[in-house]
Every structure is written in C-alpha cells, then in structure tokens.
C-alpha cells in the first residue's frame, strides 16, 4: 500500500502517516532511489497498528455517566459572584481605611 493509501484507509492525511512512523507506530519500506523517497506498507501492518489502537468504549461510558452526575467532575466549584462581591466590599473597606471620601471626584 502507498502512503495515499495508508491515509485513505485511515481516514487520516499523509502527513498523520508520517508521524505515526516518526512515532514507530507505523513502519513502512522506503523502496525509493536516491533522493526520491517512496513509502510502502504492509496491509497485515495495518492491521496490526488498528488492532493496537482499538479502544473498548464500554468502560468510558460508565466514567462520562459517573461524571455528569457528579456536576464538576471533581473539580471545585467557585462561585464568581460572590468572589466579585468580596473585592468590592474588600476596596470599599481599604477606601474607608484610609479616609478618602466616597465620591469619585474630588472637589
């Protein structure tokens, strides 16, 4: 198979194919003369490569249900509004702390 042909069949871009073989994901025969590279592959390759990739999505699905029902996955939760009122009544006492007077512009 041709590098195209890798690509089409993995429904990838050539360029994907040549990562994967930088990676040693894929291996290939340069059959290529001087400068000219030319990439083949072997289909049971492939089909190797396939088989090494090919994920179980049944126990994902358990995760993703556990982690909608759990709202944020873990994470904590902040609440923005109230991190906002806190600044504002944190400046408002600075401000009072040091006398300056409420209004924006002095008179």
């Known amino acids: 198979m041709t590098m195209q042909e890798v690509a089409d069949f993995l429904n990838v871009s050539p360029?994907?194919?040549?990562?994967?073989?930088?990676?040693g994901e894929l291996s290939g025969v340069n059959i290529g003369i001087g400068d000219?590279?030319?990439?083949?592959f072997d289909p049971a390759e492939i089909s190797d490569f396939m088989e090494?990739?090919?994920?179980?999505?049944?126990?994902?699905?358990?995760?993703r249900?556990?982690?909608?029902r759990s709202g944020s996955g873990g994470y904590p939760v902040i609440d923005f509004a109230a991190l906002h009122v806190e600044k504002q009544s944190?400046?408002?006492?600075?401000?009072?702390?040091?006398?300056?007077?409420?209004?924006?512009y002095k008179r």
């Open 52 to 63: 090494r990739r090919r994920q179980d999505l049944a126990p994902d699905r358990t995760v």
């Open 90 to 104: 944190a400046r408002a006492r600075e401000k009072a702390a040091r006398g300056k007077k409420s209004g924006r």
């Open 15 to 23: 360029r994907h194919v040549r990562n994967l073989m930088k990676a």
């Open 36 to 40: 000219r590279v030319t990439w083949r």
């Open 65 to 68: 249900r556990e982690r909608r």
